[in-house]
């Protein structure tokens, strides 16, 4: 069990952080202001969604896509390759560790979403302003001043996902 609760989280937060930290840059960054507030607003009322539900959602709607579409892609994929095709040998089943971490990051992305979007939005407009007025551009902005000075809460943020994952065991259960 621990073995499993291990593995799950960390495809969670392999799955989960990426996206997450991408949609808090949109958001904070490049979103307009008249779609930040609803899609925000959105997130935070996904974080509310029970664990349970979750389990349910998996159980019914993602575990029989991932049984007939993504699970054979991967074994067709994967099987040529050495060491990696022991990963999907036998029949796809569609109740494994890859489903079970597929929930668990669409669980933790609104936790760190939420977190890494209030650690961006923290990030001084001075340090912006500066470095747009010596011409630099956006993305340059965000890479070289931005994603620096938010690098711990934003670690931070994957971390408390993490523990999420961790801690909720009945979505995996389900």
Do not use: C, Q
Not at 49 to 58: A, E, F, K, R, T
């Amino acid at each position: 069990f621990i073995f499993g609760t291990l593995i799950t989280s960390l495809i969670g937060l392999l799955i989960g952080a990426p996206i997450a930290i991408g949609a808090a840059l949109f958001l904070s960054e490049y979103a307009p202001p008249w779609l930040r507030e609803p899609l925000a607003f959105l997130i935070e009322l996904l974080a509310a969604i029970p664990s349970i539900i979750y389990g349910l959602w998996g159980f019914f709607v993602l575990a029989p896509f991932m049984r007939g579409t993504f699970e054979i892609f991967l074994k067709d994929a994967l099987t040529p390759v050495p060491f990696v095709n022991a990963l999907v040998e036998g029949p796809p089943i569609g109740r494994d560790l890859l489903v079970g971490g597929i929930i668990l990051a669409i669980m933790i992305l609104p936790t760190i979403l939420s977190i890494s979007r209030a650690v961006l939005h923290a990030v001084p407009d001075s340090l912006r302003e500066g470095m747009l007025a010596l011409g630099a551009l956006r993305w340059e902005v965000v890479r070289e001043v931005v994603l620096p000075n938010a690098r711990a809460g934003i670690f931070a943020g994957a971390l408390l996902g993490l523990a999420r994952a961790l801690g909720e065991t009945m979505a995996v259960t389900m």
